[in-house]
């Protein structure tokens, strides 16, 4: 029987973990992992953070060393994926030349939303997203100077901390009338917004950006009330989109990010996706969702790479984040949305530690635990069994985390 070829498009955390996976399976084809980037898989949650801050190098980033591919024989390939042809199962890519694929892994990821703003192409206005990026941005990264960060979402409050670390005088903008609005409840809004006030950094809600003007170099930030932030370097966090528009072109039901079922299928039985660009069911939150975390990718990538070897593993793991700011390790066990109810266990209002747990009814979806590692295991452990726990054992802090299911 002629080996078969595995084709992963995209070379980062998905991919990564996918590439493995498939050898674990038992894959014994070809794999080759086509990705646009100059670099093997690598880390991008330090980007915003030990990256940006210049403690970490690009060598520390790598998911995993060279060696570990080669020694799994998983190809590379620095190309960019043009189109898809499914009738033929072969892939166009920009350099002009195609490739055939048995299977196909769509693990593209998301891209920076942009924000269209007038004076976007100035010197020191950047996105990040990537080690290029980074780099583009490193250069302006000059103890004293002003950084103004448009987007009060986690990665902004990252790269905040990140710049204020090496001295630059930070701003944050954000349109909505508080940081996190999106994710977080408002009691963690306000946490995240006294502890950056601490930290030297300001902090404007209700804010909405017109422009930013310079001559060839960004000077300062315009809002739409009239008020100017002057700025040296302008970094613009507002969020992703998924990358779909390959898969669309291709036919592929896309809705949100590319629609698979809980074992990364796509409607192509050739064809799985994982990570940020795949929109899947949630056993768990019993919805359809697209999630933007390496957890995510990673668990999501196991499932593909079985569906790939014809083995069903159903993807059901509980969504967790984590965030790092200062002296502050979020992790978020479970997915917040539709909670009518938060209690918390520590001082959120005067401490640097403290867990908040949002309740829908009388389960519990979800916990912020800031600090609190015991309370995030025992949240993911809550919300997975399907545990009933009373609001005020939990806020008890007379009774030990390890006594709280006791
Ligand atoms: C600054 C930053 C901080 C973050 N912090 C955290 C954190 O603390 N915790 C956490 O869980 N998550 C964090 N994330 C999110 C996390 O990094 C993403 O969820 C993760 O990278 C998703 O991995 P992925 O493989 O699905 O996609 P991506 O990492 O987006 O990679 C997709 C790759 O595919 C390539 N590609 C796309 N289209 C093509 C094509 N047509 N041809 C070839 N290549 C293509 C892209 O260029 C890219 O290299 C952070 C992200 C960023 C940017």
């Known amino acids: 029987m002629t080996p078969k070829t595995a084709v992963i498009i995209g070379a980062s955390h998905a991919a990564a973990q996918l590439s493995a996976s498939l050898r674990q399976e038992g894959w014994d084809g070809d794999i080759l992992v086509v990705g646009d980037e100059a670099y093997l898989p690598y880390q991008h949650p330090p980007l915003s953070k030990t990256f940006l801050s210049g403690d970490k190098t690009v060598a520390d980033l790598y998911i995993r060393?060279?060696?570990?591919?080669?020694?799994?024989?998983?190809?590379?390939?620095?190309?960019?994926?043009?189109?898809?042809?499914?009738?033929?199962?072969?892939?166009?890519?920009?350099?002009g030349t195609s490739l055939a694929y048995d299977?196909?892994?769509?693990?593209?990821?998301?891209?920076v939303r942009k924000a269209g703003l007038p004076g976007e192409q100035l010197a020191g206005v950047h996105y990040l997203r990537t080690i290029a990026d980074v780099q583009g941005i490193q250069p302006d990264v000059v103890a004293g100077k002003r950084a103004v960060i448009i987007g009060g979402g986690y990665?902004?409050?990252?790269?905040?901390?990140?710049?204020?670390?090496?001295?630059?005088?930070?701003?944050?903008?954000e349109m909505a009338d508080r940081i996190l609005q999106r994710v977080t409840a408002p009691a963690l809004s306000a946490f995240y917004s006294r502890i950056h006030r601490e930290e030297g950094v300001s902090i404007h809600t209700g804010v909405s950006v017109k422009a930013l003007v310079g001559d060839t170099r960004v000077e300062r930030v315009v809002c739409a009330d009239g008020s100017e932030f002057p700025a040296d370097l302008v970094i613009i966090g507002v969020g992703v989109v998924p990358n779909v528009e390959l898969a669309q072109a291709a036919g592929l039901d896309v809705d949100n990010g590319i629609t698979v079922d809980e074992f990364a299928c796509t409607n192509d039985p050739?064809?799985?996706?994982?990570?940020?660009?795949?929109?899947?069911?949630?056993?768990?939150?019993?919805?359809?969702?697209?999630?933007?975390?390496?957890?995510?990718?990673?668990?999501?990538?196991?499932?593909?790479?079985?569906?790939?070897?014809?083995?069903?593993?159903?993807?059901?793991?509980?969504?967790?984040?984590?965030?790092?700011?200062?002296?502050?390790?979020?992790?978020?066990?479970?997915?917040?949305?539709?909670?009518?109810?938060?209690?918390?266990?520590?001082?959120?209002?005067?401490?640097?530690?403290?867990?908040?747990?949002?309740?829908?009814?009388?389960?519990?979806?979800?916990?912020?635990?800031?600090?609190?590692?015991?309370?995030?295991?025992?949240?993911?452990?809550?919300?997975?069994?399907?545990?009933?726990?009373?609001?005020?054992?939990?806020?008890?802090?007379?009774?030990?985390?390890?006594?709280?299911?006791?």
């Open 65 to 95: 060393p060279a060696a570990f591919y080669e020694k799994n024989n998983i190809r590379f390939r620095q190309a960019r994926v043009t189109a898809i042809n499914r009738a033929q199962q072969s892939l166009t890519l920009d350099d």
């Open 103 to 111: 299977k196909l892994a769509l693990c593209l990821g998301a891209r």
């Open 155 to 173: 990665i902004g409050l990252e790269t905040a901390a990140s710049l204020r670390k090496q001295g630059m005088e930070v701003v944050v903008l």
């Open 270 to 406: 050739a064809i799985v996706a994982a990570g940020d660009c795949a929109n899947h069911f949630n056993a768990i939150y019993q919805r359809r969702m697209r999630l933007e975390s390496v957890p995510n990718a990673g668990d999501q990538a196991k499932a593909a790479a079985a569906s790939m070897c014809g083995v069903k593993k159903a993807y059901q793991s509980l969504p967790w984040f984590w965030s790092d700011q200062y002296d502050l390790k979020l992790q978020i066990a479970g997915l917040s949305q539709g909670y009518d109810r938060v209690v918390f266990r520590g001082d959120q209002a005067n401490s640097r530690s403290f867990a908040a747990f949002y309740f829908q009814g009388a389960r519990l979806i979800a916990a912020d635990c800031i600090n609190r590692p015991q309370e995030f295991m025992l949240s993911k452990k809550i919300i997975l069994d399907n545990i009933v726990i009373e609001p005020g054992r939990l806020v008890d802090e007379s009774v030990a985390v390890k006594d709280l299911l006791g």
